[in-house]
């Protein structure tokens, strides 16, 4: 048993020794077909490796925005599709008021106005998008200041002039000096800087820290204009809550709560609209898992190319050979004999093939992670399966020219010229 | 006791609708230790008859028996197992296989009757070394001559130390200097007890032997024992 596993195991390797010999002969040749699997392979890897950036990038834009939370928009639910009583969306500082008091499980709201201002310091100039908030938004958004303070509830009473920046409007402002006590004209008025935040990155290609936060009061007596309708209105409203909170359940009470505010019945459209992170989690999974599953459909053509030529030059080979063939069988090779030997010449072309389709890919994917900005994770498991699967390309590929290499008679085979 | 048997042999060729006879119910018999030579014309079914007796060729009709082993109610791998074993074969073109060493051409029947690497190294080396090749193990056919490579070639027919040696015209790419030196090898062989049949056209090959087939037409025409056998360096 034990003898007769070495005895297989050498077989192969003569089997490998053989294929050597046979792919340095016609060098030039396989390096040629290689290269069609090594590009097939480089495709598929850099696909499923791009795809799981692109989930590794939405996950982290959904942490940015706070990882346990319902979002509230003033804007008619029009998913379901019921009677419409309300011809603009509802949500009031009263809303958020009520929910927080009445709703369990939350660990902090932030009611929000958003509107574009224009910063201007000694001639410099930055316009960003200004988010008018309570204290709330910082623990809500997972947002600290870095240097200085972030908004207080006393600010919110008096409206203060102040406003916390985004370390991006910082630097576009002030470069590296730390601008907290300084002055900033917004829209003309002088505002004094009270903080810089501490920075949260980019996700596609979208700047996190390019923001300002100034108490909602401000925002509502100096840039809402005509915007809103009533006195009260905001424009969004972040729930935050606790760890282990239901998020599906809490959704479920806050439609109920404003529901009833806005004496909503039957099957007719809510007035405001709410989602949470975890449903924007499983949408931006599903989607970025067509993403990528297009494209390594895509990239598998390309491999499939590969293959084929594969599969052409093993049939060139094989014809070449003939006389070959024929003399191994007369020495006493059965067809699994040949069979295996041009399986396993195709197999360790595709495997070189993957190998450097791989390197290729690591050098393509950390070269994208490098000046792309963009996480391109080529993992040992990606990297394990591209060596087999290329393998196995050599294999469905290698067969039937290695089947039909074996069925040959031998003495045909031997006077083949 | 028979070594090689065949019944009725039949093998036809069909050509353009034509039915050619290649070789037509041969029935003869050969015994161990014997050293034939097989003649006749171009055409006359030699080589058919000896791919047969070599399991290589499958007959039309007619059985061919080895060593006592029937052969006709055999599969491909049992076949090649058969020839494996019992067959050596030497070929008129030398068939060695390119760019490869004369060691690994020898040690290529040994990875099918599956010997170990070491092992297979070690017998090629012996064999080659009796073919007085012990100096050119390394070198591939492109670096050897003619009777040198034919050398390589019997050293791998006999490395599997099979019964029956057979050669179909194992001369005719050589030159008679050295279609002598082969045929010294093979006398010495079948002094040794290994059964020889080879084919050729040339009288002189055929004086080695002790028995004369003769083909014509796919028959056998004639079948001597010739009584003169030349001893080895005459
Ligand atoms: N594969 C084949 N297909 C068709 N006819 C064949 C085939 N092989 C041999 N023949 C025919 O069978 C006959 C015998 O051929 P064979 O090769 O046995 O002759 P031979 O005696 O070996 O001749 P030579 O001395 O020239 O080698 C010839 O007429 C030949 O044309
Ligand atoms: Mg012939």
Known sequence: MMGNLVQKASGWLVNVAIAMTALR??????????????????????????????????????NALGSNMALVFPQPDTGEGGRRSFDRGRLTMRDARAIEKQISGIDDI????????????????????????????????????????????????????????????????????????????????????IGVLESKGSSFGNDNDDIAIMPITTTRQRFSGDTLSGPDDLQMLFVGFEDGVSLPTAKREITKLLRERY??????????????????????????GIFQIVLVAIASISLLVGGIGIMNIMLVSVTERTREIGLRMALGAKRSDIRNQFLVEAAVLCVIGGAMGLILAIAGGTALTVYADFPVPIGVGVGIGAIIFSAFIGLLFGGYPAVRASRLSPIEALRSE | MA??????LVKNYELGGETVRAVDGV??????????????????????????????????????????????????????????????????????????????NVAVPLIYAGLGGDERRAKAKAKLEEMGLGDRLDHSPAKLSGGQQQRVAIARALVTDPVILLADEPTGAL????????????????????????????????????????????????????????????
């Open chain 1, 110 to 193: 932030a009611p929000q106005l958003r509107t574009n201002i224009q910063l201007v310091v000694a001639g410099r100039n930055a316009s960003t998008n200004a988010v008018g908030t309570t204290p709330g938004y910082g623990k809500v958004s997972n947002v600290v200041a870095e240097s200085g303070r972030f908004i207080s509830e006393a600010d919110v009473r008096s409206a203060a002039r102040v406003v916390v920046l985004g370390p991006s409007v910082a630097r576009k402002l002030f470069g590296d000096y730390d601008p907290v006590g300084e002055t900033v004209r917004i829209n003309r008025a002088p505002f004094n800087v």
């Open chain 2, 27 to 104: 029935s003869l018999s050969i015994d161990r230790g014997e050293y034939v030579a097989i003649m006749g014309a171009s055409g006359s079914g030699k080589s058919t008859f000896m791919n047969m007796i070599g399991c290589l060729d499958i007959p039309t009709s007619g059985e061919v028996r080895i060593d006592d082993i029937a052969t006709g109610d055999r599969d491909g791998d049992a076949l090649a197992e058969l020839r494996n074993q019992k067959i050596g074969f030497v070929f008129q073109q030398f068939n060695l296989l390119a760019r490869t060493t004369a060691l690994d």
């Open chain 2, 175 to 234: 030159d008679s200097k050295t279609s002598e030196d082969i045929m010294q090898i093979f006398q010495t062989l079948n002094d040794q007890g290994i059964t020889i049949i080879v084919v050729t056209h040339e009288a002189e090959i055929a004086d080695h032997a002790k028995r004369r087939i003769e083909f014509r037409d796919g028959k056998v025409i004639e079948d001597i024992m010739t009584k003169k056998r030349r001893k080895a360096g005459a």
């Open chain 1, 263 to 288: 004496r909503v019945r039957g099957k007719d459209i809510n007035p405001f609209t709410i989602r949470t992170t975890e449903e924007f989690m499983k949408e931006s999974a599903q989607v970025t």
């Open chain 1, 25 to 62: 002969t016609n060098l030039m040749r396989s390096i040629l077909t290689t290269l069609g699997v090594m590009i097939g392979v480089f495709a598929v890897t850099l696909a499923v490796a791009v795809g799981s950036g692109a989930q590794v990038s939405v996950m982290q834009s959904i």
């Open chain 2, 3 to 8: 070594l090689v048997e065949t019944q009725d």
